[in-house]
C-alpha cells in the first residue's frame, strides 16, 4: 500500500490530477489499508482546495462509499484545526518507524490505523515468541498508558508495556492484538446504504473480513454478533461501555429504579434522536451531593472515555430557578450561568447553593462541567435563554430554561 501511495504521489508530484476513486478502481489491494486510501483521498481534496475548485467536503466525501463517513470527519476537523493555531497538533516526529522495521523489540508487521498523534502496528514481540500484539506509537504516549493501565475491565483494552525511544522521543504502548475492524469500518458500512441493516451479523462479518489475513486475533464476534438483530448488537456494544464506567467508578451503580421517575431524559430523548437517529446513550442519573465524588465520578469517566478512543457528547438536563417572578429568576439565573460560562463547576454548585437556586440539575451539571474541563473543554457559550413567561405571559411566577454548549 505505501509504495502504490508514493508511486501516486510521485506522479501527482509531476503534474498528474488525482484521481484516487479510480486509483482504488485499478488497484483495489489499496483498499485493504483503509488509513493509506483515507489520507489519499484526503490529499486529493486538499489538491482540488489548491488548484481553486470549489469542493464541497460532504460531496467530495459521497464519491468514496466505503470512506465516506471518516472522509467527511476528516476535512471537518482539519477545516477546524487550521482555522484555530492554539489547536495545531504538536511537532511530529523527523521519522516514524514503518512495517518492516523493528522498534523497541517489537517486529512491525503492518500498519493499522494513524491519526494526527500517532500510528498503530500489528506486530510480533520478539522477547516473548513472537507473539501477535498491537503496538501505538505516539510522541510522549507515557499519560495515555498511564490511564489504561489503571482500568482492568474485559471491556476495557488492557495495556502490556510502555516504552520510550530517548533517540526520537516516541514511545510504544504495547496492547492486545484484537482484529483490524473499528468503530469507524462498522460506520461507514452500515451508513453507506440506504438502510440500517436488519441483522447483528452485519457487524460479525465486516470484522471478520476486515480481519481475514489475521487467524490469530485474540477475539471473535460473541453470539449476539452473529445471530441476533442489528438492535441487539448495538444494545450489546452500550451495555458494554456501561459496564466498563461501573468498573471504573465504584460510586456509579446500575440503577433501574433510579431512572422510573426521572422524567428529564424523556423530554431530552426525542430531542436528540431527531438530531441523530444513529445515536446511541448511556443514561446517568446523579443523587450524591457532595462535591469530591462529583469530581471524582468525572475523573473515572473521563479515563473511559479517554480509553474509548471515540467521540463521545455528555448531555445534562435540567432547568433552571423556578417560581419565582420572571425579574427575579432571571437576576439568579445569570449567577449560576456566570459560572457555567467561566468553566467553574465548584463555583456553580457554591453560587447555586448559597443563593437558593431551585433547578434540579446542579449535581449532573456540576459532574458534567468537572468531566467537560478533564477532557480539554476550552469555552462555554450560552445559546439560548428564556423563561416560561415568555410563552404564557405569566410574568410572577416562573421556570428558567437555558442552553448552553460547552467545547
Known amino acids: ?71 467527511y470527519m476528516l476535512i471537518v476537523v482539519q477545516n477546524l484545526l487550521s482555522a484555530d493555531p492554539s489547536l495545531q497538533a504538536p511537532q511530529q516526529p523527523a521519522a516514524w518507524p514503518g512495517a518492516g522495521e523493528d522498534f523497541l523489540g517489537f517486529s512491525l508487521i503492518a500498519e493499522i490505523g494513524r491519526g494526527t498523534f500517532a500510528r498503530v502496528f500489528l506486530a ?7 507473539r501477535l500484539v498491537t503496538v501505538k506509537v505516539m510522541p510522549g504516549g507515557g499519560n495515555e498508558a498511564a490511564i489504561l493501565g489503571k482500568l482492568d475491565h474485559p471491556n476495557i483494552v488492557p495495556v502490556h508495556s510502555v516504552q520510550e525511544d530517548p533517540e526520537t522521543g516516541l514511545t510504544a504502548v504495547c496492547m492486545p492484538y484484537l482484529g483490524r475492524a473499528t468503530l469507524s469500518d462498522v460506520l ?30 485474540s477475539r471473535r464476534p ?10 441487539d448488537a448495538v444494545l450489546f456494544f452500550a451495555a458494554e461501555l456501561a459496564a466498563a464506567l461501573l468498573r471504573a467508578e465504584p460510586a456509579l451503580s446500575a440503577d433501574r429504579v433510579a431512572h422510573l421517575q426521572e422524567h428529564s431524559l424523556e423530554v431530552v430523548l426525542p430531542f436528540l434522536w431527531a438530531k441523530n437517529p444513529q445515536m446511541r446513550i448511556i443514561p446517568i442519573a446523579v443523587g450524591d451531593p457532595r462535591p469530591h465524588k462529583l469530581g471524582g465520578a468525572a475523573a473515572k469517566i473521563a479515563e473511559v472515555l479517554t480509553a474509548l478512543g471515540r467521540d463521545v457528547s455528555i448531555v445534562v438536563s435540567s432547568d433552571m430557578n423556578h417560581f419565582a417572578s420572571d425579574a427575579v429568576t432571571r437576576i439568579v439565573d445569570q449567577k449560576a450561568l456566570d459560572r457555567i460560562l467561566a468553566l467553574d463547576p465548584m463555583g456553580f454548585y457554591g453560587t447555586v447553593k448559597e443563593e437558593g437556586i431551585s433547578m434540579c440539575g446542579v449535581l449532573p451539571m456540576t459532574l458534567g462541567m468537572h468531566l467537560a474541563n478533564i477532557l480539554g473543554a476550552k469555552k462555554a457559550e450560552l445559546v439560548a ?22 467545547e
Open 1 to 71: 500500500g505505501e509504495r502504490i501511495a508514493s508511486e501516486a504521489r510521485a506522479r501527482w508530484s509531476r503534474g498528474e490530477v488525482p484521481d484516487v476513486r479510480r486509483l482504488l478502481e485499478e488497484r483495489p489491494e489499496l483498499r485493504r489499508n483503509r488509513s493509506i486510501a483515507l489520507e489519499l483521498a484526503y490529499e486529493e481534496y486538499c489538491h482540488r482546495l489548491k488548484a481553486g475548485e470549489p469542493v464541497d467536503p460532504d460531496g467530495f466525501s459521497r464519491r468514496f462509499p466505503a470512506l465516506q463517513r471518516s472522509l
Open 124 to 130: 510480533s514481540e520478539q522477547a516473548l515468541g513472537g
Open 188 to 217: 461507514d458500512h452500515v451508513l453507506s446504504g440506504d438502510r440500517i441493516p436488519q441483522r447483528a451479523s452485519a457487524i460479525a462479518d465486516l470484522a471478520v473480513g476486515v480481519g481475514q489475513r489475521d487467524r490469530s486475533a
Open 222 to 231: 460473541v453470539s449476539v454478533v452473529r445471530r441476533g438483530s442489528y438492535v
Open 385 to 406: 435563554y428564556a423563561t416560561s413567561g415568555d410563552v404564557n405571559n405569566d410574568m410572577s411566577r416562573v421556570v428558567g430554561y437555558a442552553g448552553v454548549v460547552i
